[in-house]
């Protein structure tokens, strides 16, 4: 088994470390390597992505990557930027199916901005479609406009599509999920306006048929955003494309008052694995020792459940992290009163030492 470790930027290094620390203590036999992304890849070799991290990504069955992303990198080219180093990486390895949990821990609930009784007990599993949508359509650039309201203006354009074989597989990826925990879908469209997104409506049904026993249902992403504040209990799993999915996660994520404590996996065809913390690279707080390493963590386990076959061992990590959840450590992120404040190396070490 062979992962390859992408620190990235900001505080990926030290929260990356803590993980790299509980895989270790484990005892199972990984090759693991090392490689730079992102502004880091960007300052020591011109690329965010450079071909031998791109290469280290490939040959290995998983990757542990922590963030990218500073604002001293802001002003680069778009091609440049560390985000590249995350889209590149999700192309190039076909990386289409992102999972995002969005998980209500039992200690946590006063943690979130919504009433504890609207989000106790939340888990909701966000399933993104990451390869295809807005985000990689072509054509797309800057050119002088022939029509529209301002012939003859600079303008700027991206292309919306999905293919019928891209809908397809990110539904089973979607439904066959549902068929492990409460058998409920709710696709995610905006089938009102766009082209695109009716016909995402209509072949997520289509594949829907193939599975009686879970329940589908459709909402418009408008609508989805005010009820994952309204009553976010009501979702199982939420299956949508590209674009809706990235700001979907992240709201969901926040409803759980706590982005640190969230894990993600990207999956592609053959569960090679991409697994990252669903926040970011935190620039303000790097290098104090203060980031929550949680997410980091709990993307480990999900690496040996999705990539590495080790379910057993993620299950370990997963019941680590509650327990020192109970003992009452917390970052300072989901620091409340009455519990004990501590540091990522500190919240590291208690992971390996609570680990059985
Ligand atoms: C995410 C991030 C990325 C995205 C950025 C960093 C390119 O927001 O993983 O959600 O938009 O997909
Ligand atoms: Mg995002």
Known sequence: ????????????????????????????????????????????????????????????DAVLFGAVG????????RALRPEQAILGLRKNLGLFA??????????????????PELIAGLDILIIRELTGDIYFGQPRGRRTAVDGHFPGADEAFDTMRYSRPEIERIARV?????????????SVDKANVL?????????????????????LDHMYVDN????????????????TGNMFGDILSDEAAM??????MLPSASLNANNQGLYEPSHGSAPDIAGKGVAN??????????????????????????????KVLAQGLRTPDIWSEGTTQVGTQEMGAAVVKALV
Request: glycine content about 6%; charged content about 25%; hydrophobic content about 45%.
């Open 1 to 60: 088994m062979k992962i390859a470790i992408l620190p990235g930027d900001g505080i990926g290094v030290e929260i990356v470390a803590e993980a790299v620390k509980v895989l270790k203590a484990l005892d199972l036999k990984f090759e693991m390597e090392t490689a730079l992304v992102g502004g880091a890849a960007y300052a020591a070799h011109g690329h965010p992505l450079p071909e031998s991290t791109l290469e280290l990504a490939k040959q290995a």
């Open 70 to 77: 500073d604002w001293k990198y802001d002003k680069l080219e």
């Open 98 to 115: 992102n999972f995002r949990p969005a998980i209500c821990y039992e200690q946590l609930t006063h943690a979130s901005s919504l009433k």
């Open 174 to 186: 979607a439904f066959e999920a549902a068929r492990k925990r409460n058998k409920r879908v709710t």
């Open 195 to 215: 082209e695109t997104f009716q016909f995402w409506k209509d072949i997520v049904s289509e594949v829907g048929k193939d599975y009686p026993d879970v329940a």
């Open 224 to 239: 989805a955003a005010m009820q994952l504040v309204k009553e976010p209990k009501k979702f199982d799993v939420v299956v």
């Open 255 to 260: 409803l759980t008052g706590s982005i640190g």
């Open 293 to 322: 390493p949680l997410a980091t963590i709990l993307s480990g386990a999900m690496m040996l459940r999705f990539s590495l076959n080790q379910e057993e061992a993620a299950r370990r990590i997963e019941a680590a992290v509650k």
